[in-house]
């Protein structure tokens, strides 16, 4: 049987976000494809872009963000946070849509952020916004020590699902429930990087300043995304925007099967059962929609 082109790049791709042992992404520069908001002299490129350092101290963090905002995509970096002892440091990987006029309510974001340990155990946190203020954070234990190497976090984000990827495993799905009354990430959003401090995650457990500086790195800065504001629709089914095609509206059953063992084994913080009554996904019939 001859495969069309575009069931043998999805099938690629598939393997691409499934296969523990695939390289997904190129390996461009970080000046291909972001900038530095702030904090310069606290973010430093390594191997001629292919890697960057972010520093955190007591005179700053350091951030950085995507030239152009996207309405889907795959998103992913390869990340090493800070070592142990660092309760109160935030190393972050999360798509935002920005503020206008400094007004930032009724915005959309998709998150995770590395809490700050004297670990082990370490501790993920994934939260989404969507035209509001979110609320709808999850929390995981992780299965390996996130300072001693890198390890791969992605985002799938189309018009049917978003999926949270911890070394090509699925650790959260959100679907599409608009039709039902939930609500569904659908403005621009910029793909974002930083390491600040934020108590609020260690319990109110200060920074240790005196292990500073506390330093997180990321690679792969290739980005496949729906460039928002062209002459095209997000959401269009095409090899150029493979995300959006049949094979990424549901898990595959391989990846079904590895997110109900991490639902089970690592998931020990949820929202919907914290405060499921105020969310539509959290209702009984969507649970396992």
Excluded at 59 to 77: E, H, V
Excluded at 239 to 255: A, D, G, I, V, Y
Aim: proline residues 4%.
């Amino acid at each position: 049987m001859r495969l069309s082109p575009l069931t043998l790049l999805v099938s690629l791709l598939i393997l691409c976000i499934t296969n523990d042992e695939s390289e997904a992404i190129n390996d461009v520069s970080y000046a291909d494809n972001y900038f530095t908001t702030y904090g310069e002299d606290h973010l430093i490129q390594l191997d001629q872009g292919k890697e960057i350092q972010l520093t955190m101290d007591l005179a700053s963090g350091t951030g950085f963000m995507s030239k152009r905002g996207y309405g889907s995509g795959y998103f992913q970096m390869k990340i090493k946070i800070p070592k142990s002892q660092s309760p109160g440091i935030l190393p972050t990987f999360y798509l935002t849509s920005l503020c206008k006029e400094n007004n930032c309510t009724g915005h959309d974001e998709l998150d995770f952020e590395f809490i700050g340990t004297d670990g082990p155990p370490f501790h993920l946190q994934t939260n989404i916004y969507s035209d509001d203020n979110g609320g709808r954070e999850q929390r995981i234990l992780l299965w390996f020590d996130p300072s001693q190497d890198f390890h791969q976090y992605g985002i799938l984000w189309n018009k049917y699902q978003i999926v949270f990827f911890v070394d090509n495993v699925p650790v959260r799905v959100y679907k599409n429930l608009t039709k039902y009354g939930g609500r569904y990430p659908s403005k621009e959003m910029f793909v974002t990087g930083s390491i600040w401090e934020g108590m609020w995650a260690s319990g109110g457990k200060p920074v240790d300043w005196s292990k500073a500086p506390f330093e997180a790195h990321y690679r792969e800065f290739e980005i496949y995304g729906c460039e928002y504001g062209g002459d095209h629709d997000c959401s269009t089914q095409s090899e150029m925007f493979w995300w959006n095609t049949r094979e990424f509206w549901f898990l595959s059953p391989k990846q079904q099967s590895l997110y109900q063992n991490a639902k089970k084994k690592y998931v020990y913080d949820d929202y919907c059962v914290n405060r499921g009554k105020n969310f539509t996904e959290c209702q009984p019939q969507f649970i396992n929609h």
